[in-house]
């Protein structure tokens, strides 16, 4: 396996294990290093960057790492490990700052006038909800190489679980952003996955292979 894709999911999987060790101590790893609101008392530019290596979950974690595992290497044998992990990284701001976006629409127009929220039988003051605005996760960067994948090698054919059949790379990404965008448009706050910041490392992504693209 290549040295970045290798080390990324080094990384990635001993701060979800070092998440739980800190527990033990008290210490809320998720709190510092995800992304807050920026509104937030709690926001730090840093977790621009931080964020991408937390994960709220195993599954989350080992789905991010599986595609990170599945279509990293081949990337970075293409572009070579400096710009593969810069496109990473940079996926991965990007798609925080998306996310930071759709959050302040959200309460610009919904949240703005209100100084507490109630939640189920719970009322907590605004600056507390704020800070619950956490995003967390590797996704942003990861769909913005499953974007690469599919722009660089569209007509490769994937076989992708349910499907009895093989699927050419193209189609598998604009389906898959086609979804992203219907469950964000959807507001499915409820699934508790932030989709516009999938779309916005997509986003970033696409740019940035444009611009490469128009360079050479």
């Excluded at 979950?57 to 990293?72: L, P, R, T, W, Y």
């Amino acid at each position: 396996m290549p040295t970045v894709t290798k080390n990324l999911i080094i990384i990635n999987v001993l701060m979800f294990f070092g998440t739980f060790v800190a527990q033990r101590y008290g210490v809320d790893l998720t709190n510092y290093l995800g992304l807050h609101f920026f509104l937030a008392s709690d926001f730090n530019p840093a977790q621009l960057i931080t964020y991408m290596f937390m994960h709220g979950g195993f599954s989350h974690i080992f789905f991010n790492m599986f595609a990170v595992f599945m279509f990293g290497p081949i990337l970075e044998q293409t572009w070579g490990p400096r710009r593969f992990l810069f496109y990473y990284i940079l996926c991965g701001i990007g798609a925080g700052v998306i996310q930071e976006g759709v959050q302040y629409i959200q309460y610009a127009t919904e949240l703005s006038q209100y100084s507490q929220v109630n939640i189920g039988t719970s009322i907590i003051p605004m600056e507390e909800y704020l800070n619950m605005m956490t995003t967390v996760g590797a996704s942003g960067a990861v769909y913005a190489i499953l974007l690469a994948f599919g722009m660089l090698f569209p007509d490769n054919r994937l076989f992708i679980f349910p499907l009895p059949f093989p699927i050419k790379a193209k189609f598998f990404v604009i389906g898959y952003a086609a979804i992203e965008l219907w469950s964000g448009l959807a507001n499915n706050i409820g699934d508790n996955v932030a989709h516009f910041a999938h779309l916005g490392g997509m986003l970033f992504g696409l740019i940035l292979i444009l611009y490469w693209r128009k360079k050479k």
